[in-house]
C-alpha cells in the first residue's frame, strides 16, 4: 500500500510541475504584464523599474523557481485587470462554483444511478429503450444549448425559476453559501441540473452496462442457486460490484464538473470561478489565468489520487497484484 501510495505521489508532482510550468510560460509569450500595469504612455525608465520589482530581469530559472514557491503559498501576484490579489479573487469565488459543482453531482449520482440500475433490470422493455435514447440526447447535446432552454422553458416561459445571478447568499466566515436560502437554492436549481445533464447520463449509461456484466457472473447464478430473492442478488450483490469502475468515473467526473463549469457559470452569469477565468481571457489577465490552471489541475491530481487510494481499498485484485509485484 505504501509503495502504491507513493508512487502516485511521484505521478501528482511530476504532472503538476508540468502544469506549473505550462502556467508560467503564459506570463512570458501571452501578453506583456508591464505595458498592461503601466500603460503605453510609461518612459523607458519606469518599465525598466517596474520589470526589476516584478523580478522579469531574472533568468529564467530562477524566474520559475519563483513562480513555484509563490504558487505552492497560494500566490499569484495582482490581477491585472482589478489590481487585486489573484488568491483573494480565486478564494471570493471558489465558494459558488464549489456548491454549484456539488449540487450537479449529487444530482447526477442520486438520478443516474437508479435510472442505470433500472434500465439494465428492464432491459428490452419500452421504458428502458426511452432511457437510453434520452441519454444519448443528454450525452449529445451541448450544455450551453441545454442551459438555454432550461432558462427559456422555466424562467422565460414559465417563470418558475430565476435566469441568472446566484441569489442571496449568507456570509459564514470566509465562506458564502446560497444553501441556507430559498432565493438561493431557487437560482442554483437550474445552473446544476445544466451541469449535471452530461455526467448524469453518462454514470446512467455506466451503471447498466456494468450491472448487465455482472448479472452474467458465475457468483450470480450461484447465489440464486441457494435461493436468494431477486432483491437480494439485485442490491445486495450485483449494484455492489457495479459501483467499484463507478467510483473511478464519478470521482474523475467531479473534478470535470469544477472544470468545466465555465459554460454553465457563463450560461447563467453564476459569479464562481468559470466566469473570472473567462473575463481573465478577455482581459488577457494572465496571473488568473494562471492560478486558475494551478488549482483546476490540482483538484483533478488530488481527486484521482484519492480515487486511486480508494479503488486500491475496494477492489482486492489491486491488493494482490500488488503483494505479487512487490515480491
Not at 513562480?67 to 490579489?85: P, T
Not at 445552473?191 to 455506466?206: G, K
Request: one cysteine or more; glycine letters at 8%; a positive charge.
Amino acid at each position: 500500500m505504501l509503495v502504491f501510495i507513493l508512487r502516485r505521489l511521484a505521478q501528482a508532482i511530476v504532472v503538476m510541475l508540468t502544469v506549473a510550468f505550462i502556467a508560467f510560460m503564459l506570463f512570458q509569450y501571452v501578453g506583456d504584464p508591464v505595458t498592461n500595469l503601466l500603460g503605453q504612455d510609461a518612459t523607458p525608465e519606469q518599465r525598466e523599474q517596474l520589470r526589476k520589482d516584478l523580478g522579469l530581469d531574472d533568468p529564467f530559472p530562477v524566474q520559475f523557481a519563483k513562480f513555484i514557491g509563490n504558487a505552492v503559498q497560494g500566490e499569484f501576484g495582482l490581477s491585472l485587470r482589478q489590481g487585486r490579489k489573484v488568491s483573494t479573487l480565486i478564494a471570493e469565488r471558489f465558494p459558488a462554483t464549489l456548491e454549484l459543482a456539488m449540487a450537479a453531482g449529487v444530482i447526477a449520482l442520486g438520478v443516474g444511478i437508479p435510472l442505470g440500475v433500472y434500465a439494465a433490470l428492464r432491459r428490452g422493455r419500452f421504458s428502458s429503450q426511452l432511457l437510453m435514447t434520452l441519454s444519448l440526447l443528454g450525452v449529445s447535446l451541448p450544455t450551453f444549448l441545454i442551459g438555454i432552454l432550461l432558462i427559456l422553458i422555466f424562467a422565460v416561459t414559465l417563470k418558475w425559476m430565476p435566469s441568472f445571478g446566484r441569489g442571496d447568499v449568507v456570509t459564514l466566515g470566509s465562506w458564502t453559501t446560497g444553501l441556507l436560502t430559498l432565493d438561493g437554492l431557487k437560482h442554483l436549481i437550474l445552473p446544476a441540473v445544466t451541469l449535471s445533464v452530461f455526467q448524469l447520463t453518462l454514470i446512467m449509461r455506466l451503471v447498466r452496462a456494468e450491472m448487465l456484466e455482472v448479472l452474467r457472473t458465475d457468483y450470480i447464478k450461484f447465489a440464486r442457486a441457494r435461493g436468494l430473492s431477486n432483491q437480494a442478488v439485485y442490491f445486495g450483490h450485483a449494484l455492489k460490484n457495479t459501483l467499484v469502475p463507478v467510483i473511478t468515473i464519478t470521482g474523475l467526473q467531479l473534478g470535470s464538473l469544477i472544470a468545466f463549469a465555465i459554460i454553465t457559470e457563463t450560461v447563467f452569469q453564476w459569479p464562481g470561478m468559470g466566469l473570472l477565468f473567462i473575463q481573465a481571457v478577455q482581459f488577457a489577465d494572465i496571473p488568473v489565468m494562471a492560478a486558475y490552471l494551478c488549482l483546476i489541475s490540482f483538484i483533478f491530481v488530488t481527486i484521482n489520487l484519492l480515487v486511486d487510494m480508494l479503488y486500491f481499498a475496494v477492489d482486492p485484485r489491486l491488493r494482490i497484484e500488488g503483494k505479487a509485484g512487490g515480491h
